[in-house]
């Protein structure tokens, strides 16, 4: 079935528009003021006159694109300002309309209604060229992952989403993915890409589309998204997908902030990630399993050892190197995002917003959750055990002996890995499968414990 992509991405009403597209700057924009909820401002947009065209333009065309983001938080962040009197305060409205303070940008209800809110334009630049000339590829809107769109807004003491984020690892795309892909290389694309790339993930993994092995040939390594906003958020949709937003929000998160997937110990299950939340998405397994003599299993396994699992080669599944078992951290309520994107409301000049987008953990989270008494018991519990799993890896470490005896080939061990005993390979696969994870035992206490006690044993006998 061959599919026109004009006619599935715009729909039929689009068809009809993009082809009345060359006389729609004509026809458009009749000013008939409206009243709006409170009848005291009247409606109208006598004002779009300049490049900006409004969000209400946009939807002849785009027309999911435009319900969609009707119903979120942007589209009413003016009214958000006239419920509290503050519409007309010049400071307030730059980050709570389209264009505020630009040639053709938003002025009031009564001319300028269509640019009220965090419109289409905000995001996509303005467009009446394009509207007038929807045929002309030169002129298409720009369409853009980076965070430095969203930090216009999203920064300052009230929302620092965009301050904490650039302290996170998440800003971070690996070179050697980086300039792989910037060769053209299939392995960065096709596999390391899904994960480390913004780019590639939304492409693949959320739109659901292929991408090429040269998609990225001939661009700058600065223009290559790692992991953005606009990567775990929808720009355009509530998606319902938040464990507990506050009243009236949404958060707009592309993936379920909490699943609670059943531990099996196959591959297929380790590496699937529509079996995980938001985080392991990209947190998951990539499958490497005890029997592997190349690499230690890869530092994404957080979601697999918290639900309690390990992948096993085909035939050993039900007999698993460690029995599975959950933690109690597995109910956390919003999971990952309780311990890593603690929140807090802006209080004062001293005490301004967290926005938890730093991902470190912040053990606030452990007693506002109601789980622990106090901050100061859960950094004693922490402790205690943070001591236990570093003197076990240790220990296994210890008994393990030379690198040069029992290490993966890629890590200074022997070229010929058949003189690595299958004990040895399924301690050495335990012990990096709890040490990468790197929460030192916090995402499943008992279950790394159990893998580093089986570590020592098949060590000691
Ligand atoms: C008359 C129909 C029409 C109107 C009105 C219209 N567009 Fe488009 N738009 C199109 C078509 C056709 C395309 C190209 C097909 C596609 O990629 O979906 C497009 C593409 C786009 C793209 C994607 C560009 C890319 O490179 O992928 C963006 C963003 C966009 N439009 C934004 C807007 C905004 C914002 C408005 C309102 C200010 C708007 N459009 C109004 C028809 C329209
Ligand atoms: C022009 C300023 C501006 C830009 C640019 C902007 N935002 Fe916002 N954003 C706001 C305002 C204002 C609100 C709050 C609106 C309200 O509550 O009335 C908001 C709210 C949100 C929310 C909360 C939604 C909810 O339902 O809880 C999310 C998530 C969000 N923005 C993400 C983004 C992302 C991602 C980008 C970049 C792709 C972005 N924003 C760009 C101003 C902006
Ligand atoms: C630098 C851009 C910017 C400016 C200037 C700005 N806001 Fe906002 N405002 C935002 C963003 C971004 C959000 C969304 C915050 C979030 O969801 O964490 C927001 C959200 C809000 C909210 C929703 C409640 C909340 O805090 O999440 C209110 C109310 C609000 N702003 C009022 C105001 C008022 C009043 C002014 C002027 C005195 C103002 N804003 C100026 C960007 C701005
Ligand atoms: C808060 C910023 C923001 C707002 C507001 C916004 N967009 Fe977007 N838009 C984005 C980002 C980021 C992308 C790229 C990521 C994606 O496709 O989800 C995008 C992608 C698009 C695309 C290309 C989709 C594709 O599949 O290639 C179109 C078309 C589009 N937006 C139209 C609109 C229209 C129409 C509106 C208003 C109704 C709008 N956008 C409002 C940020 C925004
Ligand atoms: C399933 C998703 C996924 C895939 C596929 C993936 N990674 Fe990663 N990788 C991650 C995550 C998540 C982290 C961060 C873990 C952490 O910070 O603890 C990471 C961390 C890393 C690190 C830093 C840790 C270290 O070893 O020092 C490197 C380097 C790395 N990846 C390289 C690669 C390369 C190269 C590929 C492709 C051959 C690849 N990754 C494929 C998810 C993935
Ligand atoms: C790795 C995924 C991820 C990235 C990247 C990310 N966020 Fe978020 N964001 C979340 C999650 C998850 C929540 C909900 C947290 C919760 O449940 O407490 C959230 C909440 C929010 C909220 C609403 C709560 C609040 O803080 O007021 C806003 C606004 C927001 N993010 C904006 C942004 C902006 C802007 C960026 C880029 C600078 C960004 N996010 C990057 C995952 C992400
Ligand atoms: C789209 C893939 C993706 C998603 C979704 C994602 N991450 Fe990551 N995360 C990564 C990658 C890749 C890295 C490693 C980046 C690097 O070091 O190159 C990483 C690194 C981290 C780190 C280590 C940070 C540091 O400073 O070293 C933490 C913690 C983390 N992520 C937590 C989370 C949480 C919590 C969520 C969910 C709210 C989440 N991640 C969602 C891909 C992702
Ligand atoms: C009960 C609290 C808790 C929960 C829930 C939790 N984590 Fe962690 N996580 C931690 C602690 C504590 C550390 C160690 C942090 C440190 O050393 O600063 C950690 C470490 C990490 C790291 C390694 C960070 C680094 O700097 O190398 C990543 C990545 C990570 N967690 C991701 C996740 C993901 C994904 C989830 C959900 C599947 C999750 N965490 C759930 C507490 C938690």
Redesign the pocket.
């Known amino acids: 079935m061959s599919r026109n992509p004009v006619e599935s991405k715009l729909g039929l009403r689009g068809i009809v528009a993009v082809m009345l597209g060359l006389t729609w700057g004509m026809i458009g924009g009749c000013p008939v003021p409206q009243p709006d909820g409170d009848g005291t401002t009247p409606k109208g947009n006598s004002g779009l006159t300049g490049k900006f065209v409004g969000s209400a333009r946009c939807s002849l065309c785009h027309v999911n694109a435009h319900t969609n983001w009707s119903q979120t938080l942007h589209a009413g962040a003016l009214d958000t300002l006239e419920a509290m009197g503050q519409d007309k305060n010049p400071v307030c409205l730059p980050c709570h309309t389209v264009g505020f303070g630009q040639a053709g940008g938003f002025v009031d209800r009564a001319t300028t209604d269509d640019l009220a809110g965090v419109g289409c334009e905000t995001c996509h630049g303005a467009a009446r060229d394009h509207v007038e000339n929807i045929e002309d590829r030169s002129l298409r809107p720009t369409v853009s992952l980076s965070s430095a769109l969203c930090a216009t807004c999203h920064q300052g003491e009230h929302h620092p989403q965009s301050e904490e984020w650039a302290e996170?690892?998440?800003t971070?795309?690996?070179d050697a993915v980086a300039d792989g892909m910037l060769a053209g290389s299939t392995s960065s694309v096709q596999n390391c890409g899904l994960?480390?790339s913004?780019d590639i993930?939304n492409e693949v993994q959320v739109k659901g589309e292929a991408i090429a092995d040269n998609a990225f040939v001939g661009r700058q390594k600065a223009d290559l998204n790692?992991?953005t906003c606009a990567?775990?958020h929808d720009p355009h949709r509530r998606t319902g997908n938040a464990a507990a937003p506050d009243e009236g929000r949404d958060f707009q998160l592309r993936f379920r902030e909490v699943a609670t997937p059943r531990a099996t110990n196959s591959i297929a299950a380790a590496t699937d990630r529509t079996r995980f939340n938001?985080?392991g998405?990209?947190?998951h397994s990539r499958g490497r399993v005890w029997t592997e003599t190349g690499r230690a299993p890869h530092h994404s396994n957080q979601s697999n050892i918290y639900v309690g699992e390990m992948p096993m080669p085909a035939g050993q599944e039900n007999a698993p190197l460690v029995f599975s078992r959950v933690s109690v951290h597995s109910f956390a309520p919003e999971q990952?995002?309780t311990c890593?994107?603690f929140r807090q409301d802006f209080q004062s000049e001293v005490a301004p917003a967290i926005s938890g987008h730093t991902?470190?953990v912040n053990l606030a989270s452990c007693a506002q959750s109601g789980c622990h008494p106090s901050v100061g018991q859960a950094r004693a519990v922490q402790a205690t055990l943070r001591a236990e799993i570093d003197g076990r890896l240790a220990n296994v470490r210890r008994l393990l002996g030379e690198p040069a005896a029992w290490e993966y080939s890629s890590a200074g061990g022997p070229e010929d890995q058949g003189t690595v005993s299958d004990a040895v390979k399924q301690a050495r696969f335990l012990y990096y499968y709890a040490l990468n994870d790197g929460s030192k035992g916090m995402h499943n206490p008992a279950y790394v414990r159990d893998m580093l006690l089986k570590a020592e044993q098949l060590l000691q006998n």
């Open positions: 996170s690892g998440h971070h795309l690996q994960c480390h913004g993930f790692p992991i990567v775990c938001l985080c998405q990209c947190h990952c995002a890593h994107m991902f470190a």
